[in-house]
């Protein structure tokens, strides 16, 4: 559990068996660090695979993909129908101060970090 | 019943610059000519809606190009285009447009275009206002947004023309450009046009879209909307070239209509056809009535 806004072992099952998420995925081993405000959580991979969620601090550089933003920024993200610029990650992160690391990793699974906000939002709006 | 879309494509050969270049065009409709350009590392097929509106195509003549390096168009044949890196050109970008209308004897075309397009339009009411009655910007400003323009080739090559990145990420970026009103399924199809494109394409088209389009107020001031009238549209979720910054062109080119579109991104005429149509119809209603 995670006093954040949003817990990432929530959506554990729709990481390991959403058909577009996995394969986005593929080949993937390293972490992604996603920091809301101040709580920090971790999905490690292995060649595709969801090994671990942690809810614990952990370096930027041990993480190949890194998003941070505040709180405020994150609401607006997970709206149903976000606000002008608050669309997706890459809008944020030009228009509103979203951190995203610049990295091959970051490009390459841009579509795998797309498809986890659809699923991050549709949860955050009561869904699945 | 065989169903079949309105559409004829067909290629030609145009000579710019003293290469010759194959280029794919499709047109739908009859009446006054709708040159109509494509965004940056994308193709015509973004037009298949309009080209199949009859609201449009019954007064129109609907012609939609595939720029050189892009969609059926080929690099030229017999350049050695392998060996030098690829980069869209103000130059290039007015050339296509111009040998096209000349090459089809049109007389005096509407042009349209969307993102680097929409810069076009512009650009071509700047340069070209004795060869055509009027320009279309939708998603057009003087310049791109600054946030990108900052990043700089080096920047724009990391992300858009990366060994270690595959295409598929250049759809995915698109979705910052994309509006979340927008159905999903014309979302993904505008991302999978993206995905298409050839290798540093995208990238290289970003140069004129985000350096070698650069029009100075002076010269915006200059345009003459009496020769060649400019309408502007740009949707209010698309960052790159916000409502705000077509609003600074608006408010120094003399004559010039622009209008913000709700719940429209960077792709309106692809994203949101039937939303775009509501403000796009007005305009050629007012083109034919003069």
């Known amino acids: 559990?995670?006093?954040?806004?949003f817990d990432f072992n929530s959506i554990e099952n729709k990481l390991n068996t959403?058909?577009?998420?996995?394969?986005?995925?593929?080949?993937?081993?390293?972490?992604?660090?996603?920091?809301?405000?101040?709580?920090?959580?971790?999905?490690?991979?292995?060649?595709?695979?969801?090994?671990?969620?942690?809810?614990?601090?952990?370096?930027?550089?041990?993480?190949?993909?890194?998003?941070?933003?505040?709180?405020d920024l994150w609401i607006n993200m997970l709206a149903e129908k976000p606000k002008p610029f608050y669309q997706c990650l890459q809008s944020t992160a030009v228009k509103h101060g979203l951190y995203m690391n610049v990295s091959n990793e970051t490009f390459a699974y841009l579509p795998a970090l797309n498809r986890l906000m659809q699923l991050m939002r549709h949860k955050y709006n009561g869904g699945n | 019943m065989v169903k079949h879309d309105p559409i004829k494509g067909q290629y030609i050969y145009?000579?710019?610059?003293?290469?010759?270049?194959?280029?794919?065009?499709?047109?739908?409709?009859?009446g006054i000519p709708l040159l109509v350009g494509h965004t940056a590392g994308s193709d015509g097929?973004?037009?298949?809606h309009l080209l199949c509106d009859s609201d449009v195509t019954d007064n129109f003549r609907c012609i939609a190009f595939d720029l050189p390096f892009h969609g059926k168009s080929l690099p030229p044949y017999g350049k050695k285009w392998w060996a030098e890196e690829y980069n869209m050109t103000k130059k290039l970008m007015m050339d296509f447009p111009n040998i096209l209308s000349k090459e089809l004897e049109l007389d005096r075309p509407v042009y349209m275009g969307q993102s680097m397009g929409g810069h076009l339009a512009i650009d071509l009411a700047s340069n070209y206002p004795d060869d055509y009655r009027a320009t279309i910007a939708v998603e057009g400003a003087l310049r791109s947004a600054a946030e990108y323009v900052e990043v700089g080739m080096s920047g724009?090559?990391?992300?858009?023309?990366?060994?270690?990145?595959?295409?598929?990420?250049?759809?995915?970026?698109?979705m910052l450009n994309l509006s979340p009103h927008s159905a999903e399924e014309d979302v993904r199809e505008t991302q999978w046009m993206y995905m298409c494109g050839g290798p540093g394409v995208f990238a290289g088209d970003l140069f004129y879209y985000y350096y070698?389009?650069?029009v100075t107020p002076e010269e915006a001031s200059k345009i003459d909307t009496n020769k060649c009238m400019l309408y502007m549209l740009t949707g209010e979720y698309d960052p790159n070239t916000s409502p705000v910054d077509t609003q600074k062109a608006a408010d120094v080119i003399p004559g010039c209509k622009f209008e913000p579109m709700e719940k429209l991104g960077h792709f309106p005429i692809i994203e949101n056809y039937q939303q775009f149509k509501k403000y796009?119809?007005?305009?050629?209603?007012?083109i034919k009535s003069k």
């Open chain 1, 1 to 5: 559990m995670t006093d954040s806004i």
């Open chain 1, 18 to 71: 959403d058909p577009e998420f996995a394969r986005e995925m593929r080949y993937f081993s390293g972490n992604i660090k996603i920091e809301i405000e101040t709580n920090v959580q971790s999905l490690s991979y292995d060649n595709g695979k969801l090994i671990e969620i942690k809810n614990n601090s952990i370096s930027d550089e041990e993480c190949k993909i890194v998003i941070k933003g505040n709180k």
């Open chain 2, 14 to 30: 145009l000579n710019v610059d003293g290469t010759e270049y194959r280029v794919y065009y499709e047109e739908a409709g009859s």
């Open chain 2, 45 to 48: 097929r973004q037009y298949r």
């Open chain 2, 156 to 174: 724009i090559r990391f992300e858009f023309d990366n060994p270690n990145v595959n295409r598929a990420s250049t759809g995915a970026a698109m």
């Open chain 2, 212 to 214: 070698d389009h650069n």
């Open chain 2, 280 to 286: 796009l119809l007005p305009i050629l209603e007012e």
